[in-house]
């Protein structure tokens, strides 16, 4: 597993708890272990594909990468849950570009 890779699971990972916890508060304290789950287990998968060995690119192309890779991953748990959090599927775009920022940002 390359370093990328950990990386990027290890930031959809976190995002996953960020959003697990926001998706519950808007619930109500109402959602169920099921749904809690699937979603962060979607965060994580957006991690891994974003956090595939990529072509280099310009950072903001990368970060469309990452936005439009979120963009697919999400649809699937947002189609899936029959289109009812809208939130959530807005804030995995967002996530895939924040994945992506963190690995392509600038080591000094």
């Known amino acids: 597993m390359t370093k990328r890779l950990k990386e990027a699971l290890i930031g959809g990972a976190l995002l996953g708890i960020v959003c697990v916890v926001g998706a519950y508060i808007r619930s109500g304290s109402?959602?169920?272990?099921?749904?809690?789950?699937?979603?962060?287990?979607?965060?994580?998968?957006i991690g891994l594909a974003v956090g595939a060995p990529w072509k280099e690119t310009s950072r903001?192309?990368?970060l469309l990468r990452g936005a439009i890779l979120?963009?697919?991953?999400s649809f699937a748990f947002y189609n899936a849950t029959g289109f009812q959090d809208p939130v959530s599927f807005v804030a995995g775009i967002l996530y895939g570009a924040i994945i992506e920022g963190w690995l392509t940002r600038s080591k000094k």
Request: proline share 4%.
């Open 70 to 73: 979120g963009l697919l991953v």
């Open 60 to 62: 903001r192309n990368a």
């Open 30 to 45: 109402t959602a169920s272990p099921v749904f809690v789950f699937s979603l962060w287990y979607n965060r994580v998968i």
